[in-house]
């Protein structure tokens, strides 16, 4: 997702530099480009915005607070804006430790995956001061269609967590749905055909049609750039 909504920036016009912890899955960036640095804390010493989004928390914290962080490189007046889904107690404690030295820290996870992020129609969820989030807007805007503030430091990532609580109580109810189906003795392809396009559709129901009608088994459920 970070490559493609890096590239987005790229696009619009901002001159970028790139870290990746896999060097190689910065090349298509850098063709286009951008600069590369060998650390998070080389990012910043070069830029005037810092995004990132890696795996989990752990990443998070390593990639701004950590010796070679990115709040390290860091000078007053700049903007860290983490959009990795995160805790919203860690996107707190950065954005206390960047006010301490006089830097702005923003929370924004997304919500829409690869496609939405190679389709810049993510939605943005954001926490942090108001002015500061206002003035990225013409980044947000390269990165997604739904963007809105929540309010203030970890509102983006408690934002996050009530959409993660959403899909999860969806793909149970799908997996539960079509449990019953398959011990009624039905065939699922027919099934979510019925169902699909009426009140009980969904994202994941559409994605199980997908699956379903390459597959007679029954659908199994289940980068980084600073």
Wanted: aromatic share 4%.
């Amino acid at each position: 997702m970070g490559s493609s909504m890096c590239g987005h920036l790229l696009a619009k016009g901002f001159a970028t530099t790139v870290f990746t912890r896999s060097k190689q899955k910065a090349d298509a960036l850098v063709a286009k480009g951008a600069v590369w640095a060998d650390s998070p804390n080389a990012v910043a010493e070069r830029s005037d915005v810092v995004f990132s989004i890696v795996g989990f928390p752990t990443d998070v914290r390593e990639v701004t607070l950590g010796d070679r962080g990115s709040l390290a490189g860091s000078r007053a007046g700049m903007i860290l804006v983490d959009m990795t889904t995160s805790e919203p107690s860690l996107a707190v404690e950065i954005h206390r430790a960047a006010k301490a030295k006089g830097v702005h820290a923003v929370d924004a996870p997304v919500s829409g995956g690869d496609i939405g992020a190679r389709e810049s129609r993510l939605s943005i969820m954001i926490g942090g001061d108001k002015p500061i989030v206002d003035a990225l807007q013409p980044c947000w805007e390269a990165m997604g269609k739904t963007i809105v503030h929540q309010g203030g430091p970890g509102s983006g990532q408690h934002t996050k967590m009530a959409n993660q609580i959403l899909i999860a109580s969806n793909m149970i109810g799908v997996c539960e749905s079509l449990l019953y189906a398959y011990r009624a003795g039905l065939d699922l392809n027919t099934v979510l055909q019925s169902v699909t396009p009426g009140a009980a559709g969904s994202c994941r129901s559409r994605i199980s049609a997908r699956e379903s009608s390459t597959t007679t088994s029954i659908p199994a459920f289940s980068s980084s750039i600073s």
